[in-house]
Nanobody
């Protein structure tokens, strides 16, 4: 059984930083990829960032490039999303997801999802 649990969300002001964590139990994604997605009310789920464990490749949506950094700690089976210079438009529920594909940036390609953590950025 694969489980993903996000944590680290909260209420911050514009310009502040947050670090989200995603802890994985069960079968890990060491030969696959993990990604972060977000969804605001009334909007579709949006790709944020992904990391390929075997190749070390990292991919970001244009809207967060230069501000967000995805990283992983293999010893802890945990993926992080460091979010700097947060903007009100970053407000959303952030989801961690895993896939055994080498790379994926679309939600439908991820079979395993966490429960989500709320990030709210005030102006």
């Amino acid at each position: 059984q694969v489980q993903l649990v996000e944590s680290g969300g909260g209420l911050v002001q514009a310009g502040d930083s947050l670090r989200l964590s995603c802890a994985v139990s069960g079968r890990t994604f060491s030969n696959g990829a993990m990604g972060w997605f977000r969804q605001a009310p009334g909007k579709e789920r949006e790709f944020v960032a992904a990391i390929n464990w075997s190749g070390g490749g990292k991919y970001y949506a244009d809207s967060v490039k230069g501000r967000f950094t995805i990283s992983g700690d293999s010893a802890k089976n945990t993926v992080y999303l460091q979010m700097n210079s947060l903007k009100p438009e970053d407000t959303a529920v952030y989801y961690c997801a895993g896939t055994y594909k080498t790379y994926a940036r679309y939600a439908r390609e991820y079979a395993y999802w966490g429960q989500g953590t709320q990030v709210t950025v005030s102006s």
